[in-house]
């Protein structure tokens, strides 16, 4: 039988062997939500990197920068980390080079082990769900966190990824476990149960409220981003 675990942090990845795995990185506010939302509006790719000087250098080659740290614009590049910002018909068919503070880093890093890296995030979740229904390899959901630390939004998206999926996968480890038991909590108002943590007090006090109502909606695209080699696409 397939297995789902779940990796809390980036940190902790190491920890856990990838080689027969699809993970699915998430980091709801925002990286992964703006990727999903970038090829839902007609994002041709996203080129993810760790840091801003690769992504000054694909720029400076043509692609469209969207540059984040400490959940805010990096001087210098065409975009933000607002979903909103990805809402753009200017943006239909482009190339986007994205470094952000925790998502991207998380991409790079499962890169290089395993069988496949796809995008996940609460707006395409169902999407997300059925595509790993009916892939052979096992799953770990990757939490970006936040520098590090554990955070409560992307572990609720990871229990949300277990809850859907437990019958079908045999879901062994703990950390799966308490993103399971987080979602089935949290799961019939997560904003409510999100309300105190600490990613949206931080973005509360940069006025960010709005996007943090969009990344907690459920299903809003059909739409999977997956890596070729070093690009995202939709699948």
Not at 43 to 60: F, M, N
Not at 178 to 190: C, F, H, I, P, V
Request: glycine share 6%.
């Amino acid at each position: 039988m397939k297995k789902i675990d779940v990796c809390l942090s980036p940190e902790l990845l190491h920890l856990h062997n990838t080689t027969n795995s699809i993970v699915v990185v998430t980091d709801i506010f925002r990286a992964t939500s703006c990727m999903v939302t970038g090829f839902a509006y007609g994002v041709k790719s996203i080129h993810p990197v760790e840091t801003v000087e690769e992504c000054k250098a694909l720029q400076d080659r043509g692609y469209i920068g969207a540059a984040e740290r400490n959940a805010q614009k990096v001087e210098g590049f065409e975009l933000d980390n607002s979903p909103f910002s990805y809402m753009d018909d200017r943006l239909v068919g482009t190339s986007v080079a994205m470094t952000t503070t925790n998502g991207t880093r998380s991409i790079t890093m499962a890169k290089p082990n395993a069988v496949k890296v796809i995008v996940g995030a609460f707006l395409n979740l169902e999407a997300v769900v059925n595509c790993l229904k009916n892939q052979p390899y096992d799953v770990l959901v990757l939490c970006a966190g936040w520098k590090g630390k554990v955070n409560l939004e992307d572990t609720l998206f990871a229990g949300a990824v277990v809850n859907a999926l437990r019958d079908e996968f045999h879901v062994a480890e703990d950390g799966a476990m308490m993103a399971y038991e987080l979602y089935d909590k949290a799961k019939d108002n997560l904003l409510g149960f999100l309300a105190t943590s600490s990613h949206i007090r931080r973005l509360q006090r940069l006025g960010i409220q709005k996007d943090i109502t969009y990344c907690l909606q459920k299903n809003l695209y059909d739409v999977v981003p997956v890596l070729r080699g070093n690009e995202l696409v939709a699948m």
